[in-house]
């Protein structure tokens, strides 16, 4: 008996559940964030825990909250998770920067400052790309499945089979030669006969002259 090692994926990986955690900590941010700036004014301004929300900000935040929860079913899913909030969050803190000021260049100035974020939020969003690249990089708890693998019997040659045969006879005490003699064929030798080797038919005394040899 043969035995086979494979590793799996077993159960509930970390990831899912930080992925879950992370969703879930994100809709209630946001769902608070809706609570001090109301909906219906888009340019509403307020303060969560220190850190500047509005109702666009908000709206972000429920979203990647929803995608979290939903990403955390697998967890292939969960790592790819990961690598949203790492690329997000860090392109997003790079803005912040230029936004507020701490970096002198600000390619989208035009656009202003549609999240209304602070300095604050520069390092919230900082620890959230980081958060994510380590969702991104977790490894996967596995384990060991030993498998047995089915014996398959060998084929056996044909003169086993026939001594098997042999011997099944032998017990049933009825053994037979099952030897295929050569046929004879049936048909008369039609070859002419001599004068000497004539016979005449005891009923029509005759001999057909046409099988007596010359």
């Not at 900000?57 to 697998?74: D, E, I, S």
């Not at 994510?132 to 996967?140: E, H, K, Q, S, T």
């Not at 032998?170 to 037979?176: E, P, Q, T, Y």
Request: glycine share 8%; proline share 6%.
């Amino acid at each position: 008996m043969t035995h086979r090692v494979t590793v799996k994926v077993a159960g509930l990986q970390p990831v899912q559940l930080l992925a879950g955690l992370a969703g879930i900590a994100f809709i209630v941010f946001g769902v608070v964030g809706f609570t001090r700036t109301g909906v219906g004014d888009w340019a509403a301004q307020s303060y969560v825990l220190g850190f500047s929300v509005n109702p666009l900000h908000n709206l972000v935040m429920v979203a990647v909250g929803v995608l979290g929860l939903l990403m955390a079913l697998g967890s292939g899913l969960a790592r790819l998770y990961g690598w949203l909030l790492f690329a997000g969050f860090a392109a997003l803190f790079v803005w912040d920067l230029m936004i507020t000021g701490i970096l002198a260049q600000n390619p989208a100035e035009q656009y202003g400052n549609p999240l209304a974020v602070n300095t604050n939020d520069n390092w919230l969003h900082l620890g959230l790309a980081i958060f994510g690249l380590l969702l991104a990089v977790m490894p996967a708890r596995r384990k060991l499945i030993e498998e047995e693998e089915p014996v398959v019997p060998e084929p056996r040659s044909e003169a086993f089979r026939d001594d098997r045969v042999h011997d099944e006879h032998l017990r049933d005490g009825h053994f037979r030669d099952e030897r295929v003699e050569p046929a004879v064929s049936p048909v008369a030798n039609t070859e002419p006969i001599t004068k000497e080797h004539a016979v005449v038919d005891p009923k029509t005394e005759r001999v057909s002259k046409d099988k007596i040899k010359h």
